[in-house]
């Protein structure tokens, strides 16, 4: 498992805090996490908000080994990037269907950002890969005259953080976190047994892998421009004032469209809580619990910031907490 950096430790989880408005509207707002843990459906809830678009698929190209971050390491060659970049993001087949840019990009937009983008990036990596995005994304802006940023939810957002810093400085980002046992849970029924992990335990190892390499990107972020935030207690806040700090940190509103969606589509029977359990006798899942915990501890060593949420969401299901209001956030950029 790869290492998490050594950083400040971690604030408490809290319920309120007053979160400035950034002085400049991020012109994107990232939402991260290990994959299964809720960043689409909080994508979705900022995206509801009257100045933030919402970009419908996870586009990748700027978060993959082989997109950004290899390519302006030198790992990875311009021919492979844009070969790359004409398959399988602009269409791939994945979990039994078809995903990429596609599904929402004009073919003659597509074609036009990639040709700029070859003939800018020689003289400019950098400066080329930040067009490129833009170009490709920003229209998703022109729906509304109030919508001055874009969400975008890759999953490794968060987890390939010191590429996307270098490209764009006023982004924020939003390391969503869930109950590792439901998301590995919902990691291996997604394979279908076809790929790793096909096991539950085989599950636990993915979700520990993954948030060792979030927690290894935001560790490079600074304080001020990442909020981490439990899936699990926002279900339980009931909306409202609540949301407030989420919006805030991206500098939006919680209009009635984002209350209308947390209170229509965000609860704890969709976003299937304690699925985890499903199928298991009362051995095998103590056995799995036991493994979580022995996780958690393992990740905390290594100063993984997501633990003291994780930790609340494993007291509440095993009955303590029950009259403690939920805490959904840890941030910690006005200290």
Known sequence: MEGVNQVRPAPEPVLELEI?????????????????????????????????????????????????????????????????????????????????????????????????????????????????????????????????????????????????????????????????????????????????????????????????????GAATVPSDRLLVVSLDELLLTGGGETLRPLMQFCGTRATSRVRFFYGNRMNRDQAHSERWREGLSDRRAARLEHSYEAALDRLEARGARSVALLRRTLERSRGGAADEPPKPYIYDGAS
Request: aromatic share 12%.
């Open 20 to 216: 400035p408005r950034p002085r400049l509207s991020p012109r994107v707002v990232f939402v991260g996490g290990t994959g299964r843990s809720g960043t689409h459906i909080v994508a979705q809830l900022l995206g509801r908000s009257h100045n933030l678009a919402m970009i419908p698929v996870e586009v990748r190209f700027h978060t993959d080994p082989d997109g950004f971050p290899g390519l302006l390491s030198g790992e990875v060659s311009l021919e492979h990037f844009v070969r790359r970049l004409r398959g399988f993001w602009w269409k791939g087949f994945q979990t039994r269907r078809f995903r990429g840019l596609f599904r929402f990009v004009d073919r003659d937009r597509f074609d036009a950002a990639v040709a700029a983008f070859e003939t800018r990036f020689a003289e400019d990596r950098e400066e080329a890969c930040r067009r490129l995005f833009f170009d490709l994304l920003w229209f998703r802006t022109e729906r509304a005259r109030t919508i001055r940023g874009l969400v975008e939810q890759s999953c490794d957002t968060v987890a390939q953080a010191p590429t996307l810093l270098r490209l764009f400085d006023r982004a924020r980002f939003i390391h969503v976190v869930r109950d590792g046992r439901d998301a590995s849970a919902s990691r291996v029924t997604q394979t279908k047994g076809l790929i790793r992990p096909r096991t539950r335990a085989q599950g636990l190892a993915w979700w520990e892998e993954r948030l060792a390499r979030v927690e290894a």
